[in-house]
């Protein structure tokens, strides 16, 4: 399962590298965006399926023994994101595990300031132009609520996971490991 998943790539690869060990497994990505549809088409298969649907009523959070969630809590409303990350835990099979990456706040504003002016430079040195980010950074004003890492950690902790581990970092960004 991947909870907001855009273009579809990853679940889709996800599928390749595992057909041959778990032909019988079931892969459905969802995404509210109906822009992404245009991607889907050549990469559903029999056992690999969209959705264009909000995360927040979907149905078909059951027996789950991966689940990505990239980028995506960041931008559900403050009050729909615990009772997601609960629907989505209480649909794992025991042993299943969730990786989830999202952008956090530092625990301070001389920290924030500290990672978000390095991230812009990073963003340049990419190619982008100052135009870009600006507008980037600006067209997301609004629509971002987010945790700290250990508000993230702790939110994982409450709906039930028990071994939460950090395996990415970048930045402002962190992609952790949990495990129901």
């Not at 079931?26 to 264009?52: I, M, P, S, T």
């Not at 989505?88 to 969730?98: Q, T």
């Not at 504003?109 to 963003?123: E, M, N, S, T, W």
């Amino acid at each position: 399962m991947d909870v907001g998943c855009s273009t579809g790539h990853l679940l889709a690869s996800t599928q390749g590298y595992n057909q041959c060990a778990r032909p019988d497994v079931n892969y459905v990505g969802l995404d509210c965006v109906q822009d992404f549809c245009v991607h889907w088409g050549r990469l559903e298969k029999a056992n690999v399926k969209f959705e264009v649907c909000d995360a927040r009523s979907y149905l078909g959070f059951k027996n789950l023994s991966l689940a990505y969630s990239l980028f995506t809590i960041q931008f559900i409303r403050p009050p729909d994101k615990m009772p997601l990350l609960q629907r989505i835990y209480d649909g794992m099979v025991d042993g299943g595990a969730l990786i989830i990456a999202e952008k956090t706040l530092a625990v301070s504003a001389r920290l924030q300031d500290a990672l978000v002016g390095p991230y812009y430079d990073y963003k340049l040195e990419q190619g982008f132009s100052e135009k870009e980010v600006l507008d980037k950074a600006r067209s997301l004003l609004g629509h971002m609520t987010l945790w700290t890492e250990a508000e993230l950690k702790q939110n994982l902790w409450q709906v039930g996971f028990r071994e939460i581990e950090p395996i990415w970092r970048n930045f402002a960004f962190v992609g952790l490991l949990a495990l129901k």
